[in-house]
Each structure stands twice: as C-alpha cells, then as structure tokens.
C-alpha cells in the first residue's frame, strides 16, 4: 500500500512512454505498475507523469548595477513550480575578497524559507579570485558542501577570465572533482566592438547583435574546451544560440573532449528581428544575442541529435521600465522565461515533431540532473524524489503576463499559443500545484547537495 498512485496516466521516463501506475511512499517514487494500491490516488486520465522539471540556470533576485533581477526566490520559484519545475539551480557572486563558503551560506540563506521549490546553487568564480593561486585553495570545500559546479565567464568586466586565469581556475576544479559551466563570448573583443559602435552613434536594440557576432561565441568555445580538455575539466557550454556554436561544441566533443551544452527557449524561438520592434526591441537583449532563423532549426536539430543536452532558461526577469535605456550598451541583459519552459519545448518541439516525448523529459529534466549531480532528481524511478508532473497535452494555453506567475510584467512569449501545460505539480510527494493552482508554501523547497 502507498502512500499516494497515481493511476491512469502515461508515464514519460528517459526511455520511453509507459502505460502505468506510478506509486508514491515517503516522499520518493517507489514503483511503477500496474494496478498499485494506494492509500490515495490521483486520476491522470489523459495526461503524462513525467519527472518534475530541472531549470540548472536561472538568476533570482540577482543585483546587477544597482538593480536587482524582477523575480524573487518566493515569485520565481512559484513560477517555475507552476510550469511544471521542481529544481533550479541558481548563482552565488562573491564580493570582493569575499570567502567561497560565506558567499555560499549567505545565498543559501537568502531563498531558504522562500522557494516552493528544491534548488542548488552554482559558485561564480570571480577574476581575483581565479588569478590568486590562495583563493583557488577555497574550491575543494566549496564542491564539499555540496557545490559541485563553478560557473566561469569569458566575457563581462569584473567576471571575465582571461585565458590563463581560465586555465588556471578549471585546473583548480577538475582536481577537486567539480565541473565548470561556462558564459563563452570573446568579450575582449565584443568590448572594442561595442564601443566603436557607441563611438559612432549606434544606439538601438539590434547593435547589441551587431556588436556581439556568433563567431565571437564560437570562438570562445574553442579556446575553452582546448582548456577544459589541458585541465581534464568537463565542461558545459551554457546558453549556446547560434549554429556556429553547435559546430564547435560538435568538433570539441569528437576530439574526445568532455563538453556539453544547453540552450534556451528564447534561442529556441525568437530572432534578431525582435530588436527591430520599436521601443519594445531593447526588452529581448541578453547575451550572447538572439540569433537568425536558420539557427533556431540547427538548435532544434542539435536537442534531438544529442549534440546539446539541455534546455535552461537563463531566467533572468528586468521590468519594462528598466529595461528603457538611453543605449543598447546599459541595458540590462536578460529575459523572463522559468515558467513556461516545459511547455513551450513540448509545444513547438514534441507537437511540431522536432524532439519525441522521451527527448523532451530528458532535455528538460533528466539530462540536467545528472550532468549537474542531483542524483535523486529527474528520474520516475525507485528511490528518486518523487517530484512529479501531470501535464495535460491537450489543454491550450495562451501565453500573457496575465497567465503567468512571473514578476516582470511582461514576457518574451507574449500571444504564443500553446497546447500542453502542467496540471499537477509534486515536490517529494507533496502536492504544490494542483488544476494549475499553486498550493504550497513558502519554504516547501529545500537546497540540494549536488556530488561531484
Ligand atoms: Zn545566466
């Protein structure tokens, strides 16, 4: 007898589709069958099971120049538990001088009591810290208190690592077992090009592509996996946009290299052209920049081919108001995204024919778990989490700030229509959406050691 099945609906693992019960005890999934007794069931007539979403990137109520990211750890994370995510992993930024682990603890307790979901954070190593060798002896305790995966930038002043800094910094990590996810642009370069164009007048949205070429993204990666591949670091590429990209990461990963990547709904299915819309372009600049047409299908190509692993969602919400700028250059970069993931992957992938039921749980759940380390999450197995979803395939859904729970106030998805949306949400067991109304509370959620 469990303590909860539930009973009618199609299961959706990694492997394959599966017409079963799914039964539920102390907080994990403990079988799957057919005509499990419970001790209360819920009907999924009609409906996937599949393993609750895994975000492995978003930025919640994150500081960025005297602002801070629209969503809070309590609104993002309601938001996400709404559309179907039950993990996101998050950022921790070190001040100046600051040690690792009180960063760590200091992030922690800012969402711990606040998020409805589980989360996991990944530690940013800083420039002074990756170029003083005594700041780099702080990494082993960090992936012991359960912080196994370093975030690094090759772009953006204060953050940028230099290549011997990179060098360096994914050394210190492959020797204490971590992994490294990676912001790859040449921002040396994408510097100079950015204020040549200021220099010459160049002010509106699509600068911000112009100034940011896919080749400088590439590039990046080249250099970084050659690194990654010295060190003996694995590496992944997080928000890849472009075909150019792909190609790298492809090359990288056939010359034995350890690297995978991710992409984003935003790369998935928006362009450049949406910096030409007016007073609205500056709201979709984020970096690296929306892309062309043709790479949106290489992008959709590579999820189904194995080529990248993941879709994230680099959430990271700014209000209309802040996104208004005088230049394309002191925009803030970013765009709102956590809630409608699962959903628009399912939509535009698995209803257009692009990625199969199984693919899409992997890539928006499976496949992050494991490279990221939750080992109890991702899987409608025994022993998981039971974070569990019942989505309704055919429920249709039009896609407003009205519709969802996000903070910003608007979204890049605004009018999309879709057909699939979460119905029932589960956290280890515990109901926390339920007919798409959120009923948990705040603190439901709890951080996550990942392992190395
Ligand atoms: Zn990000």
Redesign the pocket.
């Known amino acids: 007898m469990y303590d909860l099945v539930i009973r009618n609906g199609l299961l959706i693992t990694a492997e394959g589709a599966l017409d079963a019960d799914l039964g539920i005890s102390d907080a994990q999934i403990a079988a799957l069958g057919l005509g499990l007794h419970g001790k209360r069931f819920i009907d999924a007539a009609g409906c996937y099971v599949i393993p609750g979403g895994v975000d492995p ?1 978003v ?1 919640l109520q994150m500081p960025l120049a005297g602002l801070v990211s629209t969503d809070s750890f309590r609104s993002g994370s309601v938001a996400a538990a709404c559309g179907g995510t039950t993990t996101f992993i998050d950022f921790v930024t070190p001040g100046a001088g600051e040690p690792l682990l009180a960063a760590l603890a200091a992030r922690k307790a800012e969402a711990q009591g606040e998020v409805a979901i589980d989360f996991g954070l990944h530690m940013t190593v800083p420039t002074w810290h990756a170029t003083e060798e005594q700041r780099l002896l702080e990494v082993p305790e960090v992936v012991a208190a359960g912080c196994a995966t370093f975030k690094m930038y090759q772009a953006y002043d204060g953050v940028m690592l230099d290549d011997v800094a990179l060098l360096r910094a994914l050394a210190a990590v492959a020797d204490a077992g971590g992994r490294v996810v990676l ?1 790859s642009e040449t921002g040396p370069v994408i510097d100079v090009l950015r204020a040549d164009a200021l220099a010459e007048g160049h002010i509106e949205p699509i600068w911000h592509e112009y100034t940011r070429p896919a080749q400088l993204e590439a590039t990046a990666i080249h250099r970084a996996a050659e690194l990654a591949d010295l060190t003996g670091c694995p590496l992944f590429i ?2 890849v946009g472009c075909a150019e990209s792909i190609a790298e990461i492809v090359a990288a990963h056939d010359r034995g290299i350890d690297i995978h990547g991710e992409t984003c709904p935003q790369y998935l299915l928006l362009s450049a052209e949406e910096h030409l819309g007016g007073a609205q372009g500056a709201l979709f600049i984020c970096a690296p920049p929306l892309r062309d047409p043709e790479d949106q299908e290489a992008l959709w190509r590579a999820l189904a081919n194995d080529e990248l692993q993941v879709v994230s969602t ?1 959430h ?1 919400p700014w209000t209309r108001a802040e996104k208004t700028r005088r230049d394309f250059a002191q925009v803030p970069g ?1 765009v709102p995204g956590i809630e409608a993931r699962l959903s628009l992957v399912h939509h535009f992938g698995v209803n257009r024919g692009l990625l199969s039921l199984e693919r899409w749980v992997q890539v928006c759940s499976t496949n992050a778990a494991s490279w990221m380390g939750l080992t109890t999450k991702g899987r409608l197995a025994p022993g998981y989490d039971a974070d569990v979803v019942i989505f309704d395939p055919a429920r249709e859904k039009t896609i407003s700030p009205a519709t969802l729970h996000e903070a910003a106030g608007w979204t890049p998805y605004n009018g999309f229509s879709v057909f699939g949306w979460p119905r029932t949400v589960l956290l280890r067991g515990q109901m926390i959406v339920e007919n798409e109304e959120y009923i948990g509370a705040p603190g439901d959620g709890r951080f996550v050691k990942r392992e190395a």
Do not use: R
Request: net charge negative; glycine share 12%; hydrophobic share 10%.
């Open positions: 990137h930025h912001h997080f928000h680099d990271c970013g």
